[in-house]
T-cell receptor
Framework: AQTVTQSQPEMSVQEAETVTLSCTYDTSENNYYLFWYKQPPSRQMILVIR??????QNATENRFSVNFQKAAKSFSLKISDSQLGDTAMYFC?????????????????FGQGTILTVHP | KAGVTQTPRYLIKTRGQQVTLSCSPISGHRSVSWYQQTPGQGLQFLFE???????NKGNFPGRFSGRQFSNSRSEMNVSTLELGDSALYLCASSLTMGSTTNEKLFFGSGTQLSVL
């Protein structure tokens, strides 16, 4: 079974500054995906960024980037130029790829979440 | 294009009752999965449906069940409600089961269930 650990229950950052959220995971799988999701007060989960384990290059999406260390099983999220709208709960999530080469895209294992507050 | 729609948004039930929650995926999406979110246990996978068949199931008791219809809409049912079933229930949809590159999983806003 997979586990995902987010060791920072809460973080805060000043507007326009950079913040990094930590995530570690444990798995015996070699092929998998990692995600960061954002859950604002509206409660809707929004995909922030996705990383395929077989790719060495770290994923980036505008102000969001990851530091993926496969050997260390670490997957941190860096938010640059933080904005007030980034205030939300952030979840790290793991999804394994099936042996048949397909993917069960709905079965995610989530971490406990990090509440991020961006201050003006 | 409409997003994932979950109804109702809020629900209050008493112990022992049963409840049915509904999820309409994004048009064209064939995979629907369900999650339970509580402050204590966090987000936990319930089950996943694709083409009306349950493909994956999480570690929940048999009181939790679901189904998917031919139009991909899904329902989940919880029978004999317990206080611990109070949670936010989230539904997510995707085009397939991840067989296409860059496929994404889209979540609804959830149904908040309170069991008294």
């Amino acid at each position: 079974a997979q586990t995902v650990t987010q060791s920072q229950p809460e973080m805060s950052v000043q507007e326009a500054e950079t913040v990094t959220l930590s995530c570690t995971y444990d798995t015996s799988e070699n092929n998998y995906y990692l995600f960061w999701y954002k859950q604002p007060p509206s409660r809707q989960m929004i995909l922030v960024i996705r990383q395929e384990a077989y790719k060495q290059q770290n994923a980036t999406e505008n102000r969001f980037s990851v530091n993926f260390q496969k050997a260390a099983k670490s997957f941190s999220l860096k938010i640059s130029d933080s904005q007030l709208g980034d205030t939300a709960m952030y979840f790290c999530a793991f999804m394994k790829q099936s042996n048949a080469g397909g993917t069960s895209y709905g079965k995610l294992t989530f971490g406990q979440g990090t509440i991020l507050t961006v201050h003006p | 294009k409409a997003g994932v729609t979950q109804t109702p948004r809020y629900l209050i039930k008493t112990r022992g009752q049963q409840v049915t929650l509904s999820c309409s995926p994004i048009s064209g999406h064939r995979s629907v999965s369900w999650y339970q979110q509580t402050p204590g246990q966090g987000l936990q996978f319930l089950f996943e449906y694709f083409s009306e068949t349950q493909r994956n199931k999480g570690n929940f008791p048999g009181r939790f069940s679901g189904r998917q219809f031919s139009n991909s809409r899904s329902e989940m049912n919880v029978s004999t409600l317990e206080l611990g079933d109070s949670a936010l229930y989230l539904c997510a949809s995707s085009l397939t089961m991840g067989s296409t590159t860059n496929e994404k999983l889209f979540f609804g806003s959830g149904t908040q269930l309170s069991v008294l």
